[in-house]
């Protein structure tokens, strides 16, 4: 069962988190909510929201550690992404990546290994 999501944060927002502080990119505070992706929705959102920034991460967390605090809502394009509507901490951190290699566009390249893995089961529309 994969209940993975990713985060993507900005070096000073990855230095807060390992300094207690929530994660909580400034986006996530106007919301009022973090946002997250899904294996397949993290290239996109780095082409969106992250081209030419050096220095970025990608975190994962298991999206079973929110219970009913994540909640998929439609965004872009009408797809569902993870959204998280509670703290969310170092501890629920459970893999990072350096974004340090980047296409010729400018946008950092996401290891193979996250764009394999599969969607979460509990995603809208998933199979249970």
Request: proline fraction near 6%; aromatic fraction near 10%; include cysteine.
């Given at each position: 069962?994969?209940?993975?999501?990713?985060?993507?944060?900005?070096?000073?927002?990855?230095?807060?988190?390992?300094?207690?502080?929530?994660?909580?990119?400034?986006?996530?505070?106007?919301?009022?909510?973090?946002?997250?992706?899904?294996?397949?929705?993290?290239?996109?959102?780095?082409?969106?929201?992250?081209?030419?920034?050096?220095?970025?991460?990608?975190?994962?967390?298991?999206?079973?550690?929110?219970?009913?605090?994540?909640?998929?809502?439609?965004?872009?394009?009408?797809?569902?992404?993870?959204?998280?509507?509670?703290?969310?901490?170092?501890?629920?951190?459970?893999?990072?990546?350096?974004?340090?290699?980047?296409?010729?566009e400018g946008v950092a390249l996401v290891p193979?290994?996250?764009?394999?893995?599969?969607?979460?089961?509990?995603?809208?529309?998933?199979?249970?």
């Open positions: 069962m994969n209940a993975t999501i990713y985060k993507i944060l900005t070096a000073d927002q990855l230095a807060a988190v390992e300094d207690g502080h929530a994660m909580a990119a400034p986006v996530d505070i106007a919301d009022g909510y973090v946002h997250f992706s899904t294996s397949k929705q993290v290239r996109d959102t780095l082409a969106k929201w992250f081209k030419g920034q050096k220095g970025c991460a990608l975190v994962s967390v298991d999206s079973r550690d929110f219970g009913p605090d994540l909640k998929w809502e439609k965004s872009r394009g009408g797809d569902y992404f993870p959204h998280v509507y509670t703290t969310v901490r170092e501890h629920h951190i459970s893999s990072i990546w350096p974004l340090d290699e980047f296409d010729a193979e290994f996250v764009l394999r893995q599969p969607e979460p089961d509990s995603k809208p529309g998933s199979a249970r």
